[in-house]
């Protein structure tokens, strides 16, 4: 994880129009941390030239920038849209993160520091549509990290608890959700705690947060009146996949509080790899768990690879049966 302090700051010029990025700045400089200036955060020629084995190092590194594009994006799954919200990329390294995708090796985290243009999009959709509607704010970073450095998810459910007919969405894989417990909400947010069996998540979500404490987590924002759905992703059908989530199952079953369980949501996502992945993983990550068993997988577009249908359908059986068993009354929102 990146810490409190960054190794590097990265900033596109510009940002000190902001109070955020003007906040920021003066953070960092106070903290000596070396600022370097750059003309656009999506195009930093010093980072775009290192190696595949650099991608560690890049991972200490924050991009500081202004979004140029908050248009709300429609959405069938977590939410009814979603937001390009304060962040992309992050500083942990999941085996099989889909940010590597998209960036390859730069998805170190850039924080937007513009976030009065974000949540404006919001506003107006909402007075527009005039009825309740999901609005996904982390769908390109963890928000529970990010907001360690910028304390913008407790800005934006602030923002989100005063917005009429406005709900807000984020799935973690972090359990630092202190600062989070004495907002005054409003019923308006609810959070999606991922999950995974613990050994998988020490072995493949390489600096998030373990199970026990993602699952203390969610009883601490379940009691501090959050809604708290449990996001099963990706699923990960490793050699003893049933022992594993048979297990992750017992411990949820034993941890989460029993007001949670009653009220909750799942989603189940199986894992999509790519081919950029595996780049990543074997250049920068030597010694680290195989997860890539082509033989259990399909192509999915290009360069990615998905579990085969009849693969995945018998495991979402094992999943929603697991589900009724230990959970009885809640509901599974979608499976994918
Ligand atoms: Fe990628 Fe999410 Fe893992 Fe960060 S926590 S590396 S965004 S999958």
Known sequence: MIGLVPKKVYYESGIEDYPMGRELLDKYSREKVELIEISNHNNIPELRE???SEFVSMKKYLILGIRKTTRLIPNDKSADFIV???SSGCSAMCLYCYLVCTFFKNSYLRVFVNREDMIEQVKKKA???GMERVYEIGCNSDMVLENLLTGNLRWAIEQFAQIEHARCTFATKFADIDSLLDIEHNG????RISVNPAEIIRKA???TSALADRMKAANKMFNAG???GI????IMLLAGWEELYHDMFEELKNGLDDGLKRNTFFELIFMTYGLANEQINKAALPGTIDIFEKEKMKPKGREKYCYKPEISSEAAEFFIKRITDYFPEAAISYIV
């Not at 308006?188 to 959070?191: A, F, G, K, P, R």
């Open 127 to 129: 007075a527009k549509l």
């Open 205 to 207: 979500e390489i600096g």
């Open 188 to 191: 308006h947010t609810q959070m």
């Open 84 to 86: 390009p919200f304060t």
């Open 231 to 234: 996001n099963i992703a990706p």
């Open 226 to 228: 959050y809604r708290v």
């Open 50 to 52: 290192l190696p595949d």
